[in-house]
C-alpha cells in the first residue's frame, strides 16, 4: 500500500471540507508555524484528537561505537518528540 503524499492529502482534505485546495495548504502552513513556535517558546503544542508535540532535554551518557567498541561520550541535547493521543491508539491497534 502506499503512502499518501502531501499533495493527496492536501486535494482529500480540501475534497472534504469542501475548501479549496489553497486555502487548505494556507491553514496547514500556519497550523505547522504555530507548533514549531509554541515548542520552541513553551516546550509543548497539544493537536486535539491526535497528540503533541514535546520537546524534551536528553541527558549525557556514555555510549559504544558499534564498529570498534571504543566507549564514547554523547552530549546533552534537546529533542522535540511526538506523543500519541490515547484515542488515536485506541482507533488503530
Known sequence: MAK???SQLMAALAEKSGLAKKQVVSFMEMLSEMAYK???SGGEF????FG????????A???RNPLTGAEIQIPAKTVVKF???KAVK???L
Open 52 to 59: 503533541k508535540l514535546v520537546k524534551i532535554q536528553r541527558k
Open 4 to 6: 499518501m503524499t502531501k
Open 38 to 40: 509554541e515548542v520552541k
Open 46 to 49: 497539544v493537536l486535539p484528537g
Open 90 to 92: 485506541d482507533a488503530i
Open 83 to 85: 506523543k500519541v493521543a
Open 61 to 63: 551518557r556514555t555510549g
